[in-house]
Nanobody, 120 residues
């Protein structure tokens, strides 16, 4: 199983970016998917979660600006980031709690980080 994160980059304040996290392998279902971020010198912060049923939760710092859509057919979760602020600058990581194969073996898997820089 592999998670491939992409979509980071440099954006001006007020701009938008969409991160992608695509899971590959013998995946039966995505139970939960998360986006975390870590800024230099800061603790890792949980940014957004999407549950298998589609319900979502967001950190207060991103509510109303970020969403976490999902494409089940592609085993992909996104982080749509709008109205970006300099304080959103961080390395963003995805994590998925997956059910694998016919035996539905469950476990957590991480993608590699992708850098988001918000600066003028």
């Amino acid at each position: 199983v592999q998670l491939q994160a992409s979509g980071g980059g440099l954006v001006q304040p007020g701009g938008s970016l969409r991160l992608s996290c695509a899971a590959s392998g013998n995946i039966f279902s995505i139970d939960l998917a998360y986006w975390y971020r870590q800024a230099p010198g800061e603790q890792c912060e949980l940014v957004a979660v999407i549950h298998s049923g589609g319900s979502t939760n967001y950190a207060d710092s991103v509510k109303g600006r970020f969403t976490i859509p999902r494409d089940n057919a592609k085993n992909t979760v996104y982080l749509q980031m709008d109205s970006l602020k300099p304080e959103d600058t961080a390395v963003y990581y995805c994590k998925m709690h997956l059910a694998l194969g016919m035996k539905l073996t469950r476990g957590d898997y991480w993608g590699q980080g992708t850098q988001v820089t918000v600066s003028s």
